[in-house]
């Protein structure tokens, strides 16, 4: 997809209209390489949306916008402790293990033993990115 002429606002509502996966993660991917203050103000609006499917998006969005890490870590933080929706806890475990916050870590133990798959995968996903980026290797968590 050639998303050359399209805003950072464009981007967005692509990806919230998207019923395709892969529509929805080049837009995400753009999104995330492009990065500046509009993408990183319009993720985090989405983090505070009522709709979950919003709140993914901002969790992914921010999870790997480039230049925005410290300031991404609190919005994803906030999801990961205040939301009860599994697709919005995955996301923001996702994101947590993108950004190595480190002070998501107890959340992410936790989120471990979560109820539904994807979010204990997730969460699992995202401690072996930590471990990894405390210099301990990315397989330690299989032995």
């Known amino acids: 997809m050639d998303f050359a002429h399209a805003s950072i606002d464009e981007l967005f509502t692509l990806a919230r209209a998207s019923e395709e996966p892969d529509a929805y993660w080049a837009c995400v991917t753009e999104l995330q390489e ?13 983090c505070d949306s009522i709709v979950a499917g919003e709140r993914c ?12 890490a410290a300031e991404s870590r609190p919005v994803v933080r906030e999801l990961l ?17 993108f950004l190595h916050d480190e002070q998501a870590k107890e959340r992410l133990e ?7 798959v994807g979010v204990r995968f997730a969460a699992l996903h995202a401690l072996v990115r930590l471990d990894a980026a405390d210099g301990a290797p990315a397989d330690a968590q299989n032995s």
């Open 110 to 116: 936790a989120l471990v033993e979560h109820a539904e």
């Open 81 to 97: 402790t205040g939301d009860d929706q599994p697709a919005v806890l995955a996301a923001a475990a996702a994101a947590a293990g």
């Open 34 to 46: 492009r990065g500046g203050e509009r993408a990183f103000e319009l993720a985090g609006v989405l």
């Open 57 to 68: 998006l901002g969790a992914d969005v921010l999870g790997r916008l480039d230049g925005f």
